[in-house]
């Protein structure tokens, strides 16, 4: 008889895992929902950002070739008036029953070409359609500034060349004080005497300050855009 003491088979024992444990389980590759979407709304305000520096370049770069050009048209226009007399050199200008006669286009002055004084581009418009316009605008030696396209030729409308788009140069001619400019006068002001506002003036002795006003309209544009202003006295 085998005395020897029976011991039972050891069975295994499976223990659930502690909350220590559970914690120090390494975490899966990967992103969260919420972190994708936190990047999506970090990237999107960098694209936006980058998208707005951008248009404002574009807009500073276009606003500088406009006063540019504006700058460059307006100076045409002064050329093409330097070494003109201020009234029409002919019959000057003079008072007849209260109305100055001489002021503007005389008779038969209807183009450009027919200035021959300064006081006769007084309201003159170059280019566009509003009424009383004339074509242009103008260069220097009174010729009409022609359309050009990236490739250096000039634009056609069937035979016809067609004028530089969008621009329109208005020219205002007021008469003002010798002594004092910023004081405007109608055209048919004289002072016979001497007095508080200055010496004794005929009605064509007094100064004129002449300004060139050019504007651009782009398509995107309600309204035409002033892209330069050159004013100038006339002693």
């Not at 276009?62 to 700058?71: D, K, M, N, T, V």
């Amino acid at each position: 008889m085998n005395n020897a003491r029976q011991h039972p088979e050891p069975t295994d024992v499976t223990t659930a895992p502690t909350p220590a444990a559970r914690r120090a389980r390494p975490r899966r590759g990967g992103f969260t929902l919420l972190e994708c979407a936190l990047a999506m709304v970090i990237l999107g305000v960098g694209v936006l950002a980058v998208i707005e520096a951008q248009s404002a370049f574009f807009r500073a770069n276009e606003f500088s070739s406009l006063a540019a050009q504006g700058g460059y048209l307006a100076g045409e226009v002064r050329e093409r008036m330097r070494g003109l007399t201020k009234h029409d050199p002919v019959t000057g200008l003079f008072l007849q029953s209260g109305a100055a006669v001489g002021w503007g286009p005389e008779t038969g002055e209807t183009m450009e070409a027919d200035f021959d004084d300064i006081d006769d581009y007084n309201g003159a418009i170059f280019g566009g359609s509003a009424t009383g316009a004339r074509p242009g605008p103008i260069d220097a030696r009174g010729q009409i500034i022609l359309q050009v396209d990236f490739d250096g030729n000039i634009e056609m409308n069937g035979a016809a060349q067609v004028a530089l788009r969008n621009w329109i140069q208005t020219v205002e001619v007021v008469k003002v004080e010798p002594t004092n400019s910023a004081t405007t006068r109608a055209p048919n002001y004289e002072r016979l005497t001497a007095n508080s506002d200055g010496p004794a003036v005929r009605v064509d002795q007094l100064s004129m300050r002449v300004t060139v006003i050019v504007t651009y309209q782009g398509m995107d544009d309600a309204t035409p855009r002033e892209m330069a202003r050159l004013s100038w006295l006339v002693p």
